[in-house]
């Protein structure tokens, strides 16, 4: 089996919770390998997300680990079938790969939870919008990588507007409404193409204002994606360096208490609209 170079967000996360499972029998890697009848290295290639593992072998893991979640082993296993290939990895080479595990995340999700205290959602994005932001790195990035940024992004608002579009939630503090990015004119169009976003039935937002003060989330943009077993969840937070991804039970449940912290001190969505409205007239 040929070994991955850079295996995806996908990937890792299949083989963390691999490693879970084995932890919590207090189970080391090569004595997995020796039950499962495996090179001794083979387990932590999994885990690392450097190698695949079939449906079986997966379901001989997960009785070796005396698993009885059968929900999580359904959801493990149909995480097996190979190398998911998504419109995102026309991008591969191309742009960051940070960018492309988001996308695969979001993709793979069923729900999005987020809190956006300095940028507006970038599901959410226009074209003019995005240039922006994306122009803002210093040093200068050459055009062409821009407008392949550019396109990712536009490209990466299907999961919430497509044939199979998931729930979203979104809690955006006025500060990132009020950030007048490409200047006065593609500000107000940005906050117009949200406003319409918003009307879809699938998507709530909710913006919490200055006067709120202090909240859960403050200092950070948080994605929420939920999977279709909770444990499964990732969280995805942007650093200088790129794309942060967390993962652990313990961070996961401290990111869903504060997400909810956040969101019951945001205006209600109708509020919400109203707000972004007044906004909208002082430009």
């Avoid at 919590?24 to 932590?44: H, K, N, Q, Y």
């Avoid at 960018?99 to 959602?121: C, I, K, M, N, Y």
Wanted: charged share 25%; net charge neutral; with cysteine.
């Amino acid at each position: 089996m040929a070994q991955r170079q850079a295996p995806t967000i996908r990937q890792r996360r299949f083989g963390a919770e691999l490693r879970r499972l084995r932890e919590a029998t207090g189970m080391s890697a090569p004595a997995a390998a020796e039950l499962l009848g495996s090179d001794r290295t083979m387990i932590s290639n999994i885990e690392a997300g450097r190698f695949g593992i079939s449906e079986e072998r997966l379901r001989r893991l997960a009785s070796i680990y005396e698993c009885d979640d059968s929900e999580l082993i359904d959801t493990l296993a149909a995480m097996t079938g190979g190398r998911r290939v998504g419109w995102w990895d026309e991008y591969r080479g191309k742009i960051p790969p940070g960018f492309l595990d988001v996308s695969e995340l979001e993709h793979g999700a069923t729900r999005l939870r987020t809190v956006q205290t300095a940028h507006l959602p970038g599901l959410f994005h226009t074209e003019d919008h995005a240039r922006a932001t994306f122009e803002l790195p210093l040093p200068q990035l050459p055009r062409l990588e821009v407008e392949l940024r550019v396109a990712h992004r536009m490209a990466r608002q299907s999961v919430i507007t497509g044939d199979a579009a998931i729930p979203y939630v979104g809690v955006i503090h006025e500060a990132a409404l009020r950030m007048q990015l490409g200047g006065r004119h593609v500000a107000r169009a940005q906050l117009r193409h949200l406003l319409d976003a918003g009307e879809r039935p699938n998507i709530t937002l909710r913006v919490i204002p200055f006067t709120a003060g202090g909240f859960a989330l403050l200092d950070c943009s948080v994605l929420y994606a939920e999977a279709s077993n909770h444990r499964l969840d990732t969280v995805q937070m942007d650093a200088p360096t790129g794309a942060v991804f967390i993962d652990s039970p313990t961070q996961l449940a401290n990111f869903r208490t504060r997400l909810d912290m956040a969101e019951q001190v945001a205006l209600t969505p109708a509020g919400s609209r109203e707000f972004i409205h007044t906004i909208v007239k002082e430009l």
